[in-house]
């Protein structure tokens, strides 16, 4: 590492202490930038200023071991700060010890983090100043976030990318994904630190600020262009929200009663043409419901002379065949019923991970392996709306909602995402949650529909604003109107086609290129 990477800031003694503990807090504000406490917003400029603390770390490390420790640091305090919530599964609602539980965050986000660590290894052995630099450390920032959200079924949750659905970056979702407008963000924060360096070649520096400058404002211009095409007639939609306590959720004589009824009872009163209640919203296999309960919901939506469809969230199955968690859905006049099989499943929620068996016996959360559905599921026809249902945390892997619009003439014109997170109680997960739908939304230029059981159930139109929502943690049902639409943007052509094996490369194309360009001089 050259001299301008070795300069020192501060003694030995003081960046052993004050270095973590930056790192540390550093890391925290990146969670709070996802999603800030009371508003529930995210804050870009937050984002970027808490990982340039990383890029400073990093610039002050004196070996790739210490900027491996450091890196992993601010990585494990970012993740456990992101999805502390899980928490409340394991201990509020798993009778995990809550040492156990505390442990079992810490290990998942070390664990998560060790990505980012060996990376900001190989930044500070190949690193030089400049430019170089910054585009080493974009790259390997996103290569750890690919490898967060792919490897072991992938646990995206709280890619740096989410907190920049509003603000400058905005624009650049339509054509590079979450990741892509992450590893922008990663640019920026390096260049911060980067600025002394990068100012001692002013036309160099020029060039660069000139050339972003122009992507991002044709990107921008050409978001708005697309925008502003006129969409498709509106449609009134009910999404229903029952606030089913968790603990009670599954409980014959409580949470099971007070879903079947209320649940039941807004199916048959809700004025719109699409009512959507949330993932397990009828909490009971088909066969154990009350006798003539399904049948009843069937006959109203399916009549020829309904106006009104619907889309339910309930598990299907049998011990032969085995058991899905599902979204089933009713039109007026079709005899065959829609269906939609949850596809990507939650590790030690809906599948447990082989030699994981005995973590879950600890717990009191009734878990099992539940059956995939098929990747790039049908959507339901109706209203002239193509309406593609995905269940819970699913719409955080953008790559698979994107397979969907391999066929432009079946492609999606709304989205709908069932869930519920009670099991994560009134915490920011929720909001988090939320801007994951808005990131879609904006990814793929569709709305977005949310019913879940808590909150958020929101309505998000094609530029990734929310235009109607409930309270959380209330029970209500929300009527709204929304406007399928059509056309495909550049990240859905190609996402579709090649998954995120483009980002791979051109992160694994920046290194390599780094890397040579150190050997060479």
């Not at 974009?138 to 290569?143: I, K, P, R, V």
């Not at 235009?467 to 009527?479: D, F, R």
């Amino acid at each position: 590492m050259t001299a301008a990477l070795d300069r020192k800031g501060m003694t030995p003694h003081k960046a052993r202490w004050l270095w973590p503990l930056a790192l540390v807090l550093a890391g925290t504000l990146q969670a709070v930038a996802l999603a800030v406490p009371q508003t529930g917003q995210p804050q870009w400029w937050l984002q970027v200023l808490a990982l340039s603390v990383l890029c400073a770390a990093l610039q002050q490390s004196r070996s790739s071991r210490q900027a491996a420790w450091w890196g992993g640091l601010f990585a494990t305090a970012w993740l456990s700060a992101t999805f502390w919530w899980l928490f409340i599964s394991m201990h509020t609602y798993g009778g995990l010890p809550a040492v156990l539980a505390v442990l079992a965050v810490l290990a998942l986000a070390a664990f998560l983090g060790s990505y980012y660590a060996l990376l900001m290894a190989l930044w500070r052995r190949w690193a030089r100043p400049g430019w170089q630099a910054v585009g080493l450390f974009a790259a390997c920032w996103t290569l750890g976030e690919l490898a967060r959200g792919t490897l072991w079924t992938g646990f995206p949750w709280g890619a740096i990318g989410y907190a920049h659905v509003d603000g400058p970056l905005s624009a650049l979702p339509r054509w590079v994904g979450v990741y892509g407008t992450g590893a922008v963000a990663a640019v920026l924060a390096m260049a911060l630190v980067q600025l002394r360096v990068l100012v001692q070649r002013p036309r160099l520096a020029l060039v660069a600020a000139g050339v972003f400058g122009l992507l991002l404002g044709g990107a921008w211009f050409s978001q708005q262009q697309a925008q502003q095409q006129p969409g498709r007639a509106a449609v009134d939609v009910a999404l229903l929200q029952g606030n089913i306590p968790q603990d009670e959720k599954f409980m014959p004589g409580s949470g099971v009663v007070q879903a079947l009824q209320w649940y039941g009872e807004q199916l048959l009163q809700a004025p719109a043409s699409l009512v959507v209640a949330p993932e397990t919203a009828l909490p009971m296999l088909p066969q154990q419901l009350p006798y003539g309960y399904l049948e009843a919901l069937e006959q109203t939506y399916r009549a020829p002379e309904s106006r009104s469809a619907a889309l339910i969230g309930i598990p299907l199955g049998d011990s032969v065949q085995g058991y899905s968690n599902s979204v089933i859905g009713w039109v007026p006049g079709e005899m065959t019923e829609y269906r939609y099989d949850k596809q990507h499943l939650v590790p030690f929620g809906e599948f447990i991970p082989p030699l994981f068996h005995w973590f879950v016996r600890m717990m009191e959360i009734p878990l099992g392996d539940f059956r995939r559905g098929s990747l790039g599921q049908a959507s339901m026809d109706w209203h002239g709306e193509r309406w593609a249902p995905n269940i819970c945390y699913e719409d955080l892997f953008g790559e698979e909602l994107g397979v969907r619009f391999g066929d432009e003439a079946h492609a999606p014109t709304v989205f709908v995402n069932v869930s519920n997170i009670a099991w994560f109680g009134d915490s920011v997960a929720i909001d988090q949650h939320l801007q994951i739908s808005r990131m879609r939304a904006l990814e793929f230029e569709r709305p977005m529909l949310r019913a879940t059981n808590t909150g958020a159930t929101a309505v998000i139109d094609h530029r990734g604003v929310v235009t109607a929502a409930l309270p959380a943690v209330t029970q209500g049902v929300l009527l709204a109107q929304v406007q399928g639409r059509d056309g495909v943007t550049p990240f859905a052509r190609w996402v579709s086609r090649w998954g995120l094996w483009p980002l791979w490369l051109c992160c694994v194309a920046v290194i390599a290129l780094c890397v040579w360009q150190h050997k060479k001089n």
